[in-house]
């Protein structure tokens, strides 16, 4: 199906009444959009975008569902990003570019047995502090991502194709592993790379920047990267 402001194109259930996409901006989302219906195969049902769509989260209850096409912007407001959430047990892709409201925390979550597969990147210039969480698999397989700081406490991290690009600000930086309270295994493999960038900047009241494994657990929980 396609994800549009189309009169007519009324697929979206609001209460119990089927509607169109709604939204005033394509940096400000008036909606939260939820994917529910019968579980599907991979990728077996592909909403397609034909231009940037905005919402204020999205969440993912059944499997099956693949968005492809244009920007998705995950964003409430003009200054703030918006989360997506994978339930237990669910995959989905998002094969879209994705934007975010610059350097703002963005949850991602995905839950135990739940796969996120994304394929289309983030935009160059707007920089998500990524918060991922979750007993899930996030793979990234396309695209490039960037983000300056945050903390990847997803179980498993796949990065298999495109580039994640990581340069934190001064005296800050980015943990894999952040008080997760499970193991965390960040994998390079493929056509991924992992690129971590120093801040240029210097001088009075600047610090270094990290990445970092393992900060902040207590027993016997692991954060690697491989």
């Known amino acids: 199906g396609n994800w549009n402001l189309t009169a007519g194109n009324a697929v979206w259930n609001n209460a119990g009444t089927n509607v169109i996409w709604s939204q005033t901006s394509t940096t400000d989302g008036s909606n939260t959009a939820t994917f529910a219906g019968a579980d599907g195969t991979l990728d077996q049902y592909v909403v397609t975008l034909a231009a940037q769509m905005a ?3 999205i969440t993912f209850n059944s499997s099956g569902y693949k968005i492809t096409g244009s920007t998705l912007a995950l964003m409430p407001t003009t200054t703030t990003s918006g989360s997506i959430t994978v339930a237990a047990n669910k995959t989905a ?3 879209s570019i994705l934007r975010y409201a610059h350097n703002t925390a963005a949850n991602v979550s995905v839950g135990l047995g739940g796969t996120l597969n994304l394929g289309g990147g983030t935009t160059a210039s707007n920089n998500p ?3 991922l969480s979750g007993a899930g698999t996030l793979n990234l ?3 490039t991502y960037t983000n300056n700081i945050g903390n990847f406490n997803t179980a498993a991290i796949n990065l298999t194709g495109g580039t ?3 340069t934190p600000g001064n005296s ?3 943990n894999i592993g952040n008080a997760a309270g499970q193991n965390v295994n960040y994998t390079v493999s493929g056509a991924g790379t992992l690129s971590v960038n120093n801040n240029a900047s210097s ?3 600047t610090g270094p ?3 970092r494994l393992g900060f902040g657990d207590t027993g016997s929980n692991e954060a690697k990267l491989t």
Do not use: P, R, Y
């Open 172 to 174: 800050n930086g980015v």
């Open 209 to 211: 920047s990290w990445l």
């Open 141 to 143: 397989t396309a695209g």
């Open 164 to 166: 994640h690009a990581i």
């Open 55 to 57: 919402a204020e989260s």
């Open 93 to 95: 892709t998002i094969n």
């Open 203 to 205: 001088g009075t009241g």
């Open 129 to 131: 502090q990524w918060q």
